[in-house]
């Protein structure tokens, strides 16, 4: 479970810290100024990560609890993350849940002491497979969508840096690409005059057409076979960075 709430929370403070402003911060601290009930703590909350942290110290925030995500939430819209929130309170809710139904069954079974033992060691071990299954899953979902984030990333950060230094290379690496003549002429017509547009549009265009799971080594292989090794070079940079 902590595994899960450190996943959460990392993802939380991530998603949240850029859309919560200064003004939206001093809500924030007045709403928990009672429960933090420290005006040298609550001094010392400059952003949102620092309130977070304060909040698990005063037990306010923990992994049995995340009420407080969802009312930090209530400032701000993102529905992916307040799906991941309320499937992780139904997980934490889950565990007292199958604790109860193990107790009720050695309350029914105590007659009989190694049918009691048998039913706890059973009863545990399908709450601890229960727990360690969505756990497994939370986790692998969490990775998954930081995998993206970071592809996301490096896409953004290939053509912003490709656009502005490959010039009229762009042509011919796009062409090695495989993107169809038809398409290159309806990006020059529609930027005639603005290279680092017609470059930034038609690799654009084929990261989002035209590429497989391989783009990153096809775009290299491209670059090199439009000599500009220059930038293959730092294509690769990009990639072993991200």
Not at 22 to 44: A, F, G, H, P, V
Not at 149 to 158: A, D, F, G, H, Y
Not at 200 to 206: D, F, I, M
Request: aromatic share 10%; glycine share 2%; with cysteine.
């Amino acid at each position: 479970m902590e595994q899960m709430y450190i996943c959460l929370r990392e993802e939380f403070v991530s998603a949240a810290q850029y859309r919560i402003n200064k003004s939206t911060l001093n809500t924030l601290k007045e709403y928990y100024m009672q429960y933090i009930d420290s005006n040298r703590k609550l001094s010392q909350i400059k952003d949102l990560t620092t309130l977070v942290k304060i909040l698990e110290k005063r037990d306010i925030l923990s992994c049995y609890n995340v009420k407080p995500f969802l009312h930090i939430l209530s400032y701000f819209s993102n529905e992916s993350l307040q799906s991941k929130i309320k499937n992780y309170n139904i997980y934490v809710k889950s565990i007292p849940y199958f604790l109860s139904c193990n107790m009720y069954q050695e309350i029914n079974e105590n007659t009989n002491e190694d049918k009691c033992e048998i039913s706890n060691r059973t009863g545990n071990s399908s709450l601890q497979t229960i727990s360690n299954k969505l756990e497994d899953e939370f986790t692998l979902q969490y990775k998954d969508e930081k995998r993206n984030l970071s592809t996301q990333e490096t896409t953004k950060q290939i053509l912003s840096h490709l656009s502005e230094r490959i010039g009229r290379s762009w042509r011919d690496t796009v062409r090695n690409l495989g993107v169809p003549e038809y398409q290159i002429d309806i990006i020059e017509n529609k930027y005639p005059f603005d290279l680092k547009e017609q470059s930034y549009q038609a690799l654009k265009l084929y990261m989002s057409q035209y590429s497989n799971n391989n783009w990153k080594i096809n775009l290299i292989n491209a670059l090199e076979k439009a000599r500009r090794r220059d930038l293959k070079e730092l294509v690769e940079k990009l990639v072993l960075e991200n």
